[in-house]
C-alpha cells in the first residue's frame, strides 16, 4: 500500500509540473497589447487615406492581439468569433493600415494599427466618431 502511494505522490507532482510548464509556456507566448495616445494614433494618417477594405491583403495577423483585447474587454468575443472587420484605411504612404473593428456602440471603432514596414501592431485606439466629429 505505501508503495502505491508513493507511486500516486509521484504521478501528482509530475502532472502538478506539467501544468505548471503548460501555463508557463501559455504565457510566454501571450501576446502584449498597447493602447496608442491620441498623438500616436493621428501619427499613422496621411493626407489621403484609402479604403483598401475590399482588396486589403494581410500583411499581419491581427486575430491573437484580437484575442487578447477580448481578454481585456475591449474588443466584444462575437467580433473576434465571426473575424468582423468593419473597414481598412491605408495611408498613402503605404506605411499603415488602419484596421476598424466594430463595438456594441455606433460610431465607435477599436481601431488595429499595422505597421506595413516592420510587418508588426503598433498598437489599438479607441475611435469615438460621436466625440471626434460631433455626430449625435
Do not use: C
Request: proline content about 1%; overall charge neutral.
Amino acid at each position: 500500500m505505501k508503495f502505491l502511494t508513493l507511486i500516486y505522490d509521484k504521478i501528482k507532482r509530475s502532472k502538478s509540473l506539467f501544468f505548471n510548464k503548460l501555463f508557463e509556456t501559455q504565457n510566454a507566448f501571450r501576446v502584449i497589447t498597447y493602447q496608442l495616445t491620441e498623438t500616436e494614433y493621428k501619427n499613422t494618417f496621411t493626407y489621403k487615406m484609402l479604403d483598401v477594405t475590399e482588396n486589403a491583403f494581410p500583411t499581419v495577423d491581427i486575430w491573437s492581439y484580437v484575442q487578447e483585447l477580448v481578454a481585456e474587454n475591449i474588443v466584444m468575443k462575437y467580433v473576434y468569433d465571426r473575424k468582423l472587420v468593419e473597414l481598412v484605411y491605408r495611408n498613402s504612404e503605404n506605411t499603415f493600415d488602419q484596421v476598424l473593428l466594430p463595438t456594441d456602440s455606433m460610431n465607435i471603432y477599436i481601431v488595429i494599427i499595422v505597421d506595413l514596414k516592420q510587418k508588426n501592431i503598433k498598437g489599438h485606439f479607441k475611435l469615438d466618431l460621436n466625440k471626434e466629429y460631433g455626430i449625435d
